[in-house]
């Protein structure tokens, strides 16, 4: 999969090189390219934003340079583009599966109190929030994005993993131990050293089930 990622602070985006996304690139299953946005505009002073129509605080972003941005990565609208924005949809886990089907993504990140709404009207196919909370940028969202949908791209993660994920349904995860069995006075629970498959699988739907009871009782319904 290609990504191409427009933003006005290409360097926060470094951190994608390290771990398993670092791999993903080097073995070609998965394209990263950033883009300046600075670098289209028309401005002699390469400005990108300016005051709101309307008044208002803050400052909002051109469509110019987004626009010409976008038609320049993506001249035939090959991908799906994707505005990160705490006014989209919720991102949900059913929703990063269905977008790893897609060959190419561009991903816009926000600044600013907004983006001028034509380059939205004219250049973004969807809107996608992470979460309800206010951030300065649409950088950190991107990479969240990028990292969900990463990890299903062939081989970047071992299939036992997302065998067990689809095992736990729409249930919170049960707790996992390693070595050793004792650690400052607990241990680990008797079932999960018994080698009892039944059992353990018993014991990990309750203790999943009881979880997702406590913090995301939502989950159940
Ligand atoms: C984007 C927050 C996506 C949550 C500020 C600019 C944001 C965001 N999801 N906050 N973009």
């Known amino acids: 999969m290609k990504i191409t990622v427009l933003t006005l602070f290409p360097e926060m985006f470094s951190a994608l090189g390290a771990s398993i996304l670092g791999r993903a690139q080097k073995e070609g299953r998965l394209e990263l390219e950033i883009v300046d946005i600075r670098d289209h505009t028309d401005d002699k ?31 035939e609208h090959a991908a799906r583009r994707i505005y990160l924005s705490p006014k989209g949809k919720t991102l949900r886990q059913e929703r990063v599966l269905s977008l790893c089907e897609e060959e190419q993504l561009v991903l816009l990140c926000g600044h600013y109190e907004g983006v001028d709404q034509r380059a939205l009207d004219l250049f973004i196919d969807e809107e996608i929030s992470i979460g309800d909370y206010v951030l300065t940028g649409g950088e950190l969202p991107a990479m969240v994005l990028i990292d969900c949908v990463a990890r299903y791209l062939d081989g970047v993660l071992s299939p036992r993993s ?60």
């Not at 067990?164 to 049960?174: A, M, N, Q, R, V």
């Open 162 to 221: 997302l065998v067990d994920e689809s095992f736990s349904e729409g249930l919170l995860e049960y707790p996992q131990y390693t070595r050793p069995v004792e650690y400052r006075g607990l241990r680990v629970p008797e079932v999960l050293r018994s080698g009892n498959h039944a059992e353990i699988d018993k014991w990990r739907r309750e203790q999943a089930l009881a979880l997702t009871q406590k913090n995301r009782p939502d989950l159940l319904k």
């Open 45 to 75: 002073h390469q400005k990108c934003d300016d005051y709101p129509f309307g008044g208002g605080a803050g400052m909002v972003m051109m469509a110019q340079p987004i626009g010409a941005a976008i038609e320049a990565v993506d001249p």
